[in-house]
């Protein structure tokens, strides 16, 4: 049996991880970004299918890029995603919602019932946060929901990943709902689903979006031990 020193790591990687939503314009070495996309590759996946591909741009990319989502305004919502954004958020789930986004709107400055305020921030999806880096991910259309279900555990990779090299990212289902651009931008085939973007880069440790952590459910709530 191994000592608890691994589960410790692992623990910490998951507690320091955030989402980042502020970078520097200092670029991430080729070599980094190859090592992070192949641990990423370490995940799981059904009949260890590995559906996940990845599109990573660097600085010059991604400034056509936001420019090109810039220039078409979509909600964060809306758009013409590939696979169905959810359908709404009740419950816990819409509380958990809620309680993040005010978080960082708070984090930021916008009070309530400031709708432009709220809108510019939905902006900075698109605008990818000013990072100089992101990965688009796709899955095999042939795959359908489980291909996208196994792209989760590449994402989760990722994101331990780029926490271990001293980067930060943050997953954006959001930047899905530009698809048919980026379909467009990338020369995408059609029997690939667009899932969303990764954003990343190194993080901008000063910036207020970056100073706020969210809550997680206690074990109550999402453990059911039956026997």
Not at 86 to 106: A, F, K, S, V
Not at 136 to 148: D, K, N, Q, R, V
Not at 156 to 169: Q, R
Request: with cysteine; net charge negative.
């Amino acid at each position: 049996m191994k000592d608890t020193h691994s589960l410790d790591t692992l623990a910490g990687l998951l507690t320091s991880r955030h989402s980042c939503r502020a970078f520097t314009d200092e670029v991430v070495p080729d070599a980094v970004i190859e090592t992070l996309v192949q641990t990423a590759g370490r995940a799981p996946s059904w009949c260890n299918s590995q559906p996940w591909q990845v599109i990573v741009t660097r600085p010059d990319e991604t400034e056509a890029l936001r420019q090109k989502m810039l220039a078409s305004p979509t909600s964060t919502e809306g758009g013409h995603p590939d696979m169905a954004f959810p359908e709404g958020y009740t419950g816990q789930h819409r509380d958990r919602r809620r309680t993040c986004g005010w978080q960082l709107y708070e984090a930021v400055g916008v009070e309530k019932g400031d709708r432009e305020g709220s809108a510019r921030q939905a902006m900075e999806n698109f605008r990818l946060f000013g990072a100089p880096h992101t990965a688009i991910l796709t899955s095999g259309a042939e795959l359908g929901p489980y291909g996208a279900m196994d792209c989760g555990g590449f994402i989760l990779a990722f994101c331990l990943a780029a926490e271990a090299l001293g980067l930060g990212c943050i997953p954006q289902a959001a930047v899905a709902a530009h698809a048919p651009l980026l379909r467009d931008h990338f020369a995408i085939p059609e029997d690939r689903l667009i899932l969303c973007a990764i954003t990343f880069g190194y993080e901008d440790r000063d910036h207020p979006a970056n100073a706020f952590r969210t809550e997680r459910a206690p074990l109550s709530e999402i453990l059911d031990m039956r026997g």
